[in-house]
């Protein structure tokens, strides 16, 4: 086992990883996510009391993402000074200060009603110029309320240069974007809506404005475009099915490359595990090690705990 670990090329540290975490209105405790086990929906004072455990255990990031009580077609409370996101955040910070970094989704899919990651049209495609508006005031909503990085997920065209002006313009410029650049019409998405509580309208999907899984080349062109309009961190969502991908973006960038290892990724190595069909554990930690040896120097996953609780030491 000692020389094993000596030559090993690859090792997967607490300090790669990001936990998502879900905060939702109208809640009194903390409900667990039916097809994400382990994972959960907080109120702003669970969620506050997950982040303490999780800095115990020394882990230095978390992504929020916000469930409202009421949702409309414009994602008004995406960008509400008091939303439930808006009012995590703050929490957080003010608990954490600058020891944990705090990093807000940035995407209105959990507060429209129709379940799009934008405005939509009269004829229910989503209309990428009038999203960009809506992204710019989240993003200053949400640095206003403490977050110290915000990640946009929409993959609007132009959303990048959108927030980083709008971000600017409100003496944010110190504030870093993580942009999800290569995010796929993935069928990977399902639990992560059942954690934000979306359904989109009339059965619809988002292969509209997120790539195609068959396109490799096209998520190099995705993320020059968010480079170029001052992206400072870039992502490929999903992980394990897009390695090739996640290995490409890191030979043709200079800046940090993240991975999300996503819900449907998770949930099936826990359904798996349940059945007795595999060592939950050992494909656990193989998937987070394929991400990081891909490239990804920044892993999102709902693994994260796990991981800090001691997985790191499994081999």
Not at 156 to 171: E, P, S
Not at 175 to 180: K, Q, V
Not at 269 to 278: R, S
């Amino acid at each position: 086992m000692a020389m094993r670990d000596l030559v090993a090329e690859t090792e997967v540290s607490v300090s790669d990883l990001i936990a998502p975490l879900f905060v939702r209105e109208g809640i009194d405790a903390a409900r667990e996510i039916s097809s994400l086990p382990g994972v959960f929906q907080h109120t702003v004072d669970s969620l506050r009391r997950e982040v303490a455990d999780l800095a115990a255990l020394g882990v230095r990031s978390v992504m929020v993402f916000g469930v409202p009580t009421d949702k409309d077609a414009t994602g008004s409370q995406s960008c509400a000074a008091n939303g439930i996101a808006q009012q995590a955040l703050e929490a957080l910070r003010a608990d954490m200060g600058d020891d944990m970094v705090i990093i807000a989704d940035l995407c209105v899919d959990e507060y429209t009603d129709h379940g799009h990651c934008g405005i939509v049209d009269e004829h229910g495609r989503v209309d990428n110029d009038a999203t960009l508006e809506l992204y710019a005031a989240a993003a200053v909503a949400q640095a206003r309320a403490g977050a110290h990085m915000v990640a946009p997920s929409g993959m609007m065209d132009g959303q990048v240069g959108a927030i980083r002006a709008a971000l600017d313009a409100d003496g944010f410029s110190e504030i870093p974007i993580m942009a999800y650049s290569a995010k796929y019409a993935s069928g990977f998405y399902g639990p992560f809506r059942d954690a934000v509580d979306v359904t989109i309208a009339g059965g619809g999907d988002r292969k509209g404005y997120q790539q195609d899984w068959r396109n490799g080349r096209e998520a190099l062109v995705e993320v020059a475009a968010d480079l170029a309009q001052g992206a400072d961190i870039v992502m490929v969502k999903p992980a394990v099915t897009y390695l090739d991908v996640i290995s490409a973006v890191r030979a043709a960038v200079d800046v940090p490359v993240a991975a999300y290892h996503v819900s449907g990724e998770y949930a099936m190595i826990k359904a798996a595990a349940a059945n007795g069909w595999i060592d939950g554990d050992v494909v656990a930690l193989e998937q987070l090690t394929a991400i990081k040896r891909a490239g990804a120097g920044i892993i999102l996953t709902y693994l994260t705990r796990w991981f800090a609780e001691g997985a790191g030491g499994l081999r």
